[in-house]
């Protein structure tokens, strides 16, 4: 196979599997890291992947953009429903406290909830405080500030001043993407601020993120793997990406 056409097939593979790791593309095309590596510059180059840590991504995935909360809701509805179903078992016991981050794969965490569970639940989630309000065994603090249409969570400096004197046991993180050099990050400046004062304000931090965020980069980062201790995913995560979760101590549940 002739350079440009190993470049071309690397660049499909990529584009339908959103994320391939060296390794793996050394072991698919029988070639040294070395030459992946320089096919992945050159593609890079030209625009049509981003090279990240151990790997690229199609260029697309880099985006300071999002979509809203009505487009994600249906976007891998079928992982997120698995992956909120294990993460109840982070739930603390009665009288336990959590913080809980706007998301569609938290809030369906929210919903399974059941209603002799007694906790305090603090959210920056118009949806998530509306779907909970009505649990008697729930004592919910909203977190106030301007409220993202995008996203329909508080931002700003009330929910940052609110989140500096709190201390929770658990926090459930949502996350736009997940990278080994890069942490977890957002597109948004004023999201990412109170997602970093929620993991600073937690015991134990648990992120809730389908396979397709892993290995992803967007704008603005608000935390470093050692921040986390748990993340939740689905099957379809890459052996390399599950290696290196594991490897930075974190604890990697499949849903």
């Keep these: 196979m002739y350079a440009e056409e190993r470049q071309q097939s690397i660049a499909e593979l990529i584009t339908s599997r959103g994320r391939v790791s060296v390794a793996d593309l050394s072991t698919s095309f029988g070639v040294t890291t070395e030459t992946v590596r320089r096919d992945l510059a050159m593609l890079d180059r030209l625009g049509v992947v981003r090279r990240v840590?151990?790997?690229?991504?199609?260029?697309?995935?880099?985006?300071?953009?999002?979509?809203?909360v009505g487009e994600r809701e249906y976007t891998r509805a079928e992982q997120k429903d698995a992956i909120a179903a294990a993460a109840v078992e982070y739930l603390p016991g009665s009288g336990g406290s959590v913080v809980m981050d706007a998301g569609t794969t938290t809030g369906r965490l929210a919903a399974l909830i059941g209603p002799d569970r007694e906790l305090t639940l603090v959210t920056n989630s118009v949806p998530i405080a509306a779907r909970v309000a009505p649990l008697s065994g729930i004592s919910l603090r909203m977190l106030g500030g301007r409220v993202r249409g995008a996203t329909?969570?508080?931002?700003?400096?009330e929910a940052l001043t609110s989140l500096e004197w709190l201390r929770?046991?658990?926090?459930?993180?949502?996350?736009?993407?997940?990278?080994?050099?890069?942490?977890?990050?957002?597109?948004?400046?004023?999201?990412?601020?109170?997602?970093?004062?929620?993991?600073?304000?937690?015991?134990?931090?648990?992120?809730?993120?389908?396979?397709?965020?892993?290995?992803?980069?967007?704008?603005?980062?608000?935390?470093?793997?050692?921040?986390?201790?748990?993340?939740?995913?689905?099957?379809?995560?890459?052996?390399?990406?599950?290696?290196?979760?594991?490897?930075?101590g974190i604890e990697v549940v499949i849903a």
């Design 152 to 157: 329909q969570a508080a931002v700003g400096e």
């Design 53 to 68: 840590h151990g790997g690229a991504v199609p260029a697309s995935a880099l985006t300071v953009t999002e979509p809203g």
């Design 168 to 248: 929770v046991d658990v926090a459930f993180i949502g996350t736009n993407a997940l990278s080994l050099g890069h942490g977890l990050s957002t597109p948004d400046s004023d999201e990412a601020a109170v997602k970093r004062a929620m993991v600073r304000s937690a015991n134990h931090v648990v992120v809730l993120a389908d396979s397709s965020k892993i290995g992803r980069e967007h704008l603005v980062s608000f935390a470093r793997l050692e921040n986390i201790d748990v993340v939740v995913t689905d099957a379809q995560i890459e052996v390399s990406d599950r290696k290196s979760l594991t490897d930075n």
